[in-house]
């Protein structure tokens, strides 16, 4: 299983400022947006410990379209199960599969995110929004994509990443 899937995006048309991309994700029959106003993190945490994401049903796919977002995943299905991965405009839509714990974090500008996602047919949105805590994520050493381990600190700490 590939650890990290992006779905990029096709530019099909430029004008002088203007981009036209088609933004498909196969088999897509959901599309949430996400804003984060400032900065963020999301789950937050609670009691001073991480909190986590896990979806059963649902397999995200989430597209930075303004801002940045700096995601950290955990997925013990995974060769290398625990990464940061740093989203921009230019990315491309991140896979995030079910049963793979995560969270995301929001710099000072915020960040708006499109996620394409695709549900099976026991997706309960009342239910498929599991917020827990990840117990091993720490017991396995970070990889990173897009950022450097200086990058996550300051990003997570300052809210800036260049």
């Known amino acids: 299983m590939n ?8 530019v099909f ?12 994700v196969p088999e897509c029959n959901g599309i949430d947006l996400v804003e984060h106003s400032g900065p963020s993190v999301s789950p937050p945490d609670k009691d001073g410990r991480p909190s986590w994401y896990i979806h059963l049903h649902q397999t995200d ?5 303004h801002g ?17 991965v740093f989203l921009d405009e230019d990315t491309g839509a991140l896979q995030i599969p079910p049963g793979c714990f995560h969270r995301s974090y929001s710099g000072k500008q915020g960040s708006l995110l499109l996620n394409h996602a695709v549900r099976t047919a026991l997706f309960d949105e009342t239910k498929d929004f599991t917020v827990c805590r990840c117990p091993s994520a720490l017991d396995h050493p970070p990889h990173y994509h897009g950022i450097s381990p200086w990058g996550v600190t300051t990003f997570i700490n300052h809210g800036v990443y260049e």
């Open 68 to 84: 940045q977002r700096l995601f950290e995943l955990f997925y013990p299905k995974w060769e290398r199960p625990h990464w940061f």
């Open 3 to 10: 650890e990290l899937v992006f779905t990029d995006q096709r």
């Open 61 to 65: 796919n989430n597209r930075v379209i």
């Open 13 to 24: 048309r430029n004008t002088p400022g203007v981009r036209f991309s088609d933004i498909t």
